[in-house]
């Protein structure tokens, strides 16, 4: 038997394990199906220890950050929750966690790249982020030596440090513009000869990565939360989230309701609160000023069939907004509370849970999963030594030849005839 297949949500028709778009041209998430209905945790390292139920057949050794999964105590206390559950991605080696750059990205591109091994894919991935995407496949394919494309707007070049060497496999081109216009670009490059589009929230492997901090809290705790805090721009890991519960509700072992989902988003550029409520949040100025811009997507998959939407409804979930000065207090609590540093983002959806609290959306005893999307990075940066990935080249948004130079520089980073 398959250990899955990948069907389309509205047609249901069987797709191939790289498809990201169903070939019926149907408005529709693909899904893996997995012939095995109960996880039992494989003897494995990292998030390979969930591979029943990622779309691969192999692992990355070195690829052992997880999500850690532990109880509350300081920060719970100061709003009396008696079963909060924080699910920690990052790096923090007291309890174990070794995600080297220190976010839950990671648990997308390993997945994602190990698929594309196995599939023999031998052209160029290109990848578009404003940071924490990019540094993660940057990680994954110094590791695997799989050709990368990294197009970053040249504000977020910042963000794209390493714990490795200078490394022959990723090629980093910024661009003068903002992150649409890195998109675009990178868009019109993945769709040339020789390169393949990593795909998004549409890619399975990367959803069924992001869906293992679901698995690893609901086997910490024994049983499903009754809540699922998040922070989301894109929306992935709310979607990846809601569809882990449906396969453990379906295991039978873990409670048969679906937890609530509270995703946060950072006031006023909230662009999914803003469609979740019919309000507009979302500033002409947007992503200047935010907390944290790697929160911001001007178009997250809502309502596709098997997006944010049908998530939300699904689990009769809820939408947030926070303001900087929230998310700022929230993030100084929590690491004074727990003990660790958080990445900004992380912050709002801490925040989000103080919100809901405050309106009375959760009850005091209630089991609560809180998704510190990220955090750890001072603390990995005093334990190793970490430098920019410098650019093969800079374009400009405005220069209407910038596909042409950027495949120039691509053939000549890998020494290739595109
Ligand atoms: C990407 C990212 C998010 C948002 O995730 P999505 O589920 O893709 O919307 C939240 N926090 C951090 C740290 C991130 O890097």
Redesign the pocket.
């Known amino acids: 038997m398959k250990k899955y297949v990948v069907r389309c949500l509205d047609c249901g028709e069987i797709h191939s394990s790289h498809s990201l778009n169903c070939k019926n041209g149907d408005d529709a998430l693909l899904r893996t199906d997995y012939s095995t209905k109960q996880l039992y945790p494989a003897d494995l390292p990292g998030i390979w220890r969930y591979r029943d139920w990622l779309p691969v057949h192999d692992i990355i050794e070195e690829g052992s950050g997880r999500t850690i999964t532990y109880r509350s105590e300081g920060f719970a206390a100061k709003y009396g929750l008696e079963d909060l559950w924080i699910a920690f991605n990052g790096y923090w080696p007291e309890r174990d966690a070794r995600m080297m750059t220190c976010?839950?990205?990671d648990l997308e591109s390993f997945p994602t790249m190990q698929l594309i091994r196995e599939l023999n894919e031998e052209r160029i991935m290109v990848v578009a982020s404003a940071g924490?995407?990019a540094r993660a496949f940057a990680h994954t394919c110094t590791i695997t030596g799989q050709p990368l494309l990294l197009v970053v707007p040249g504000a977020s070049a910042h963000r794209l440090w390493t714990t490795h060497g200078q490394n022959p496999s990723v090629c980093l081109v910024t661009v003068d513009g903002d992150y649409f216009d890195a998109i675009s670009l990178a868009g019109k490059i993945a769709s040339r000869e020789g390169f393949v589009n990593e795909g998004g929230a549409k890619n399975i492997a990367r959803r069924d990565g992001?869906a293992t901090v679901m698995l690893d809290a609901t086997l910490a705790m024994d049983t499903l939360p009754d809540h699922y805090f998040?922070?989301?721009?894109?929306?992935?890991?709310?979607i990846s989230a809601w569809e882990a519960s449906m396969r453990l509700v379906g295991d039978g072992r873990f409670g048969s309701k679906l937890p609530v989902l509270h995703l946060g988003q950072n006031h006023p550029c909230a662009p999914l609160y803003s469609l979740r409520s019919g309000t507009d949040a979302v500033d002409k100025s947007c992503p200047e000023g935010m907390y944290d811009d790697?929160?911001y997507?001007r178009k997250p998959l809502y309502a596709i069939k098997g997006g944010v939407k049908d998530a939300l409804d699904g689990t009769g979930g809820l939408m947030y907004a926070i303001s900087n000065d929230e998310a700022t207090y929230s993030q100084s609590l929590f690491e004074r509370t727990e003990g660790i540093d958080i990445?900004p983002?992380?912050a709002v959806a801490v925040a989000a849970l103080v919100q809901a609290v405050e309106e009375g959306n959760v009850w005091h005893e209630d089991r609560i999963v809180l998704n510190i999307?990220?955090g750890g990075q001072k603390r990995l940066m005093q334990d190793h030594p970490v430098r920019l990935i410098e650019p093969s080249a800079g374009v400009s948004a405005d220069d209407p030849d910038a596909e042409d130079r950027i495949l120039k520089i691509v053939e000549e980073f890998f020494g290739v005839r595109l």
């Open positions: 976010t839950f990205k924490n995407t992001m998040q922070a989301v721009g894109s929306g992935t890991g709310g790697v929160l997507n990445n983002a992380a999307t990220g």
